[in-house]
C-alpha cells in the first residue's frame, strides 16, 4: 500500500519560513510529478507547485519568488520551502504525487494534510 506521509506545518509569523516534507512509502513502480496543493478554509483545494521526475517546476502566480518545490529522488521526497510566509498562505497543505504501482496504472496519491498558520 502507498502512503505519502507529510510533516513541517505549523504556526509562523507573516514573514517567516517554513519547510514541507512529504515521503512516499509501501511497494510502487515509480514516482511521476509530485506536488503540493493547499486549501483554505471555505475554497477549493488549489495547486501550489509542482516537480516532474525530471526536476521541471511550476508554481502558483501567488507564490512565486517565494516558495521552492524540490525533491530527493533516491529518497521518493518532495518539499516545499516557504518564505516571506503571509497571512493568505494559511492553509491545510496536501502533498500529491502520480505513481506507478506494480502492475497497475498511474494512480493520485495524496498525503494526509498538514495545516500551516501564518500569523500577522
Known amino acids: 500500500q502507498v502512503q505519502l506521509v507529510e510533516s513541517g506545518g505549523g504556526l509562523v509569523q507573516a514573514g517567516g519560513s517554513l519547510r514541507l516534507s512529504c515521503a512516499a512509502s509501501?511497494?510502487?513502480?515509480?514516482?511521476?510529478?509530485m506536488g503540493w496543493y493547499r486549501q483554505a478554509p471555505g475554497k477549493q483545494r488549489d495547486l501550489v507547485a509542482v516537480i516532474t521526475k525530471g526536476g521541471v517546476t511550476n508554481y502558483a502566480d501567488s507564490v512565486k519568488g517565494r516558495f521552492t518545490i524540490s525533491r530527493d529522488n533516491n529518497k521518493n521526497t518532495v518539499y516545499l520551502q516557504m518564505n516571506s510566509l503571509k497571512p493568505e498562505d494559511t492553509a491545510v497543505y496536501y502533498c500529491?504525487?502520480?505513481?506507478?504501482?506494480?502492475?497497475?496504472?498511474?494512480?493520485?496519491?495524496w498525503g494526509q494534510g498538514t495545516q500551516v498558520t501564518v500569523s500577522s
Open positions: 509501501g511497494r510502487f513502480f515509480s514516482i511521476n510529478a
Open positions: 500529491n504525487a502520480e505513481i506507478y504501482g506494480i502492475g497497475l496504472p498511474r494512480s493520485d496519491y
